[in-house]
C-alpha cells in the first residue's frame, strides 16, 4: 500500500509557472506506474500525464503537451508535474495517482488517489 501527498499548487497568472510534487510512502515507488490527472467541479476526472513505471517513457493529454512535464525520482520517492505556460482553463484540482506493478493511463485503474490539489489561474 502507498500513501501519496501532493504539493506546489497554488494561485497563479496565465503564462506563469508551477510544479507539482507527489511524495510517496508506504511502499517502493519504483513498483508503481504513475499518473497525474484533473478535475474541475461537475464533470469527470481527467488524465493529464504519465509515466511509465519501467522505461520512464511519458504520455500527455493533447491540452497539456508540450507545456507540462511529468518525471519521477524513485530515490526521493517523488513524481513532479511541472506546468509551464499555464493557461485559466488548467485551473483545476490536480490529482497524483499510482496503480501497482503496471503503467496507468486511466483513472478508473488507479489503486491510489492522492488527497488533491488546487490550481488556479487568473487571467
Known amino acids: 500500500q502507498v500513501q501519496l501527498v501532493e504539493s506546489g499548487g497554488g494561485l497563479v497568472q496565465a503564462g506563469d509557472s508551477l510544479r507539482l510534487s507527489c511524495t510517496a510512502s508506504g511502499s517502493t515507488l519504483s513498483s508503481y506506474g504513475m499518473a497525474w490527472f484533473r478535475q474541475v467541479p461537475g464533470r469527470e476526472r481527467m488524465f493529464v500525464a504519465t509515466?511509465?513505471?519501467?522505461?520512464?517513457?511519458?504520455y500527455y493529454a493533447d491540452s497539456v503537451k508540450g507545456r507540462f512535464t511529468i518525471s519521477r525520482d524513485n530515490a526521493k520517492m517523488t513524481v513532479y508535474l511541472q506546468m509551464n505556460s499555464l493557461k485559466p482553463e488548467d485551473t483545476a484540482v490536480y490529482y497524483c495517482?499510482?496503480?501497482?506493478?503496471?503503467?496507468?493511463?486511466?483513472?478508473?485503474?488507479?489503486?491510489?488517489w492522492g488527497q488533491g490539489i488546487q490550481v488556479t489561474v487568473s487571467s
Open positions: 495517482a499510482a496503480r501497482y506493478g503496471r503503467d496507468l493511463s486511466s483513472a478508473p485503474l488507479a489503486d491510489y
Open positions: 509515466i511509465r513505471r519501467s522505461t520512464g517513457s511519458t
